[in-house]
């Protein structure tokens, strides 16, 4: 028995797909039914507000719509709306606050103290309680990370930083959550 495909994985015909990229609302619609509640469900995590994640679900739809005419594999629009999606989010939290992180503070942890620390974030009951001490960055990161499945060096390129700078701000975020779940 297979298992039904979900979120980002779900697909749609191609024929929906080119059909959208002629611009048929009843191709777009079905788009945007079956991939709605993934692109909300991400940008809820990331974000934290219910009500920014529906309006900036709102917008990647409409830039989804605007630049369909690039995509040219229907069976990757899961995947190209899974990047564009995180793309908005991203440009939507991009401030220069955010970005300020001493460069020349470099810890060396090794994969398996990450792997370590992500298993036990992911044991814990009380995780959105928990992830909600987090400022915006931090969360994303984390999120970004433990729950999308993008790497450091992918993390990297998507916040315009090196991998370094990524690996330190993830550990600063475990550790900070670390001591809040001790407390």
């Known amino acids: 028995m297979r298992m039904a495909k979900i979120g980002f994985a779900q697909s749609v015909p191609a024929g929906t797909v080119k059909g959208a990229q002629r611009g048929r609302r009843d191709c777009q619609r079905v788009i945007f039914e079956t ?8 940008l ?11 309006d900036l679900t709102q917008d990647v739809f409409i830039q989804a ?10 069976s990757a629009l899961g995947g ?5 999606t995180v793309n908005t989010a991203l440009s939507h939290f991009r401030k220069p606050h955010h970005l300020a992180v001493a460069e020349h503070e470099e810890l060396n942890l090794d994969a ?14 009380n995780i959105e309680q928990l ?18 499945g993008y790497s450091h060096d992918e993390l990297a ?9 990524v690996r330190q701000r ?11 779940s001790q407390s």
């Open 35 to 42: 991939y709605q509640p993934a692109v909300q469900r991400l």
């Open 65 to 74: 719509f605007d630049k369909l005419m690039q995509l040219r594999d229907a």
């Open 157 to 165: 390129e998507k916040f315009a930083i090196n991998a370094a700078t």
């Open 80 to 84: 190209w709306l899974k990047q564009l």
């Open 112 to 125: 398996q103290d990450w792997l370590s620390q992500s298993d036990w974030l992911q044991q814990l009951n």
């Open 170 to 180: 993830y550990h600063r975020a475990l550790k900070k959550l670390r001591e809040r």
């Open 131 to 148: 992830l909600a001490v987090l400022d915006d960055h931090e969360h994303q990161l984390v999120w970004l990370y433990l729950i999308e």
């Open 44 to 54: 809820h995590g990331m974000s934290r507000d219910a009500e920014l994640a529906r």
